[in-house]
């Protein structure tokens, strides 16, 4: 019986050298040469013609999912299908059924199966590795993602001076979920480019937008931002600033302003001479008087009333005393 294996499988490698296109269907990336030489041995014995017989409409019959293409993430999900049409195959084989029918019914429900997998997102042009893309190709059993280059058009931004420039570093197709980051870099004096070695990084810009106001004719140039997932360059967006027309009338007015207040502040500095009431306007303004003027007619009455005091006394005594 051993024997008989190895020159089935011997026979059935030689029927791939001469039919090389029946190699590459999903029935070849799904189900190995042991597993389909295993079911047709249990359809029609170990005889080698035979089996080589069995495996040749085995395989014709999936020929219509040669160029078949699916998402890659429902790889697993293709494969348990093919897993499952194994088992049945071979318990039809166990039950003496009929090789070509159940090997066109079992494609028929791959089919069926392969419809209800998730599709595959269309590429979303003009730029951009779009890892979401990735599809599963059954004609060579491979993985490929859009043939997209990973540098985006430059986009054209104009703005007048003194107003605010944005950026928005974003793409029309889906990025992953995690692990995205954005980094920023400048290409000054006014060059419009997409070569990386004009360009120097601005650490203060992060996220997917970045801001300019007001903005200045120093300003312009290309601004680049690259989009990475995890430590791979997704996609670089450039956009080339414009700066155009005069300064806003409100900074000229504001610079006017500030001119006149510092030749203002140049000018010899006005001096104010204190107020000096007299005693009318003291006597008519009482308000006028401070708590240090109160304190002094205070001292002032204070000593007429002594004066006049002492001069009463002198009198009466000067009087009394001729009497």
């Known amino acids: 019986m051993a024997l008989g294996l190895v020159r089935a499988g011997a026979c059935l490698l030689l029927g ?13 990336c799904f189900v190995t040469d042991k597993e389909r030489i295993r079911i047709c041995q249990m359809f029609v014995g170990m005889k080698a013609w035979k089996t080589k017989v069995c495996d040749e409409k085995f395989q014709l019959a999936f020929e219509d999912l040669l160029k078949t293409e699916i998402n ?28 070509i029918k ?3 019914k079992a494609a028929e429900e791959m089919k069926k199966a392969i419809l209800q997998l998730k599709k595959v997102p269309a590429c979303v042009p003009p730029c951009g590795v779009q890892e979401l893309t990735r599809r599963f190709i059954c004609d060579g059993c491979y993985s490929l993602i859009c043939k997209l280059p990973l540098n ?5 931004v104009t703005v007048n001076r003194g107003d605010q420039a944005m950026f928005s570093c974003v793409v029309d197709f889906q990025l992953p979920k995690e692990d995205i980051s954005y980094s920023w870099k400048f290409a000054k004096g006014g060059v419009r480019t997409q070569d990386m070695s004009y360009f120097r990084d601005l650490p203060r ?12 004719p120093v300003h312009a140039g290309t601004y680049s931002c690259v989009i990475r ?21 409100a900074e000229t007015e504001l610079q006017v302003t500030f001119r006149e207040v510092v030749r203002w502040s140049r000018k010899e ?8 009431p007299g005693l009318g306007e003291l ?34 005594r000067w009087y009394f005393s001729g009497i």
């Open 102 to 104: 159940a090997f066109s």
């Open 269 to 276: 500095p006005e001096v104010v001479e204190p107020w000096k």
């Open 205 to 216: 810009a992060r996220g997917s937008v970045a801001r300019i106001r007001p903005a200045k």
């Open 283 to 316: 006597l008519t303004n009482p308000w006028a008087l401070t708590w240090e003027d109160l304190c002094l007619l205070a001292a002032l009455v204070a000593v007429m009333v002594a004066s006049l005091t002492v001069l009463v006394w002198m009198f009466c």
């Open 72 to 99: 890659y993430d429902e790889r697993n999900n293709l494969h348990d299908s093919f897993t499952q049409m194994v088992h049945s195959l071979q318990e039809t084989a166990v039950a003496k059924g009929f090789y």
């Open 16 to 28: 791939l050298l001469v039919c090389p296109a029946c190699t590459q269907a999903c029935l070849m």
């Open 152 to 156: 985006c058009p430059v986009k054209d």
């Open 229 to 249: 997932h995890d430590v791979r360059p997704v996609a670089r967006l450039y956009f080339f600033l414009n700066v155009t027309g005069p300064p806003p009338r």
